[in-house]
């Protein structure tokens, strides 16, 4: 099982910044790619943004050239660097990890962190 904790959300201005970061901890065998999603009250979980061991990013087209991904394999960890926040961009935003428990399993497992909360205000 792999246990993944968020952390760095807050409350910030239109048009500030906020850096997320998730820790992945578990005895397993490797993690592939990581992301961020996001709801907001009322609305489906969406994309936010993932990338790959081998640092491949996607972006959902609302946070591109804002918000920028990036990963310490080393570390087992994903960072959300969020700039020029705009009020839409509140929601809880959750840590998501897809990973093999041991070598030559067939399928990828799947790991949520439990969310944390990002408020824009205006």
């Known amino acids: 099982q792999l246990q993944l904790v968020e952390s760095g959300g807050g409350l910030v201005q239109a048009g500030g910044s906020l850096r997320l970061s998730c820790a992945a901890s578990g005895s397993i065998f490797s993690i592939n790619t990581m992301g961020w999603y996001r709801q907001a009250p009322g609305k489906q979980r969406e994309l936010v943004a993932t990338?790959?061991?081998?640092?491949?990013?996607n972006y959902a087209d609302s946070v591109r050239d804002r918000f920028t991904i990036s990963r310490d394999n080393a570390k087992n960890t994903v960072y959300l660097q969020m700039n020029s926040l705009k009020p839409e961009d509140t929601a809880v935003y959750y840590c998501n990890a897809n990973y093999r428990d041991y070598a030559g399993q067939a399928y990828f497992a799947q790991a949520w962190g439990q969310g944390t909360q990002v408020t824009v205000s205006s």
């Open positions: 990338i790959t061991r081998g640092s491949t990013k």
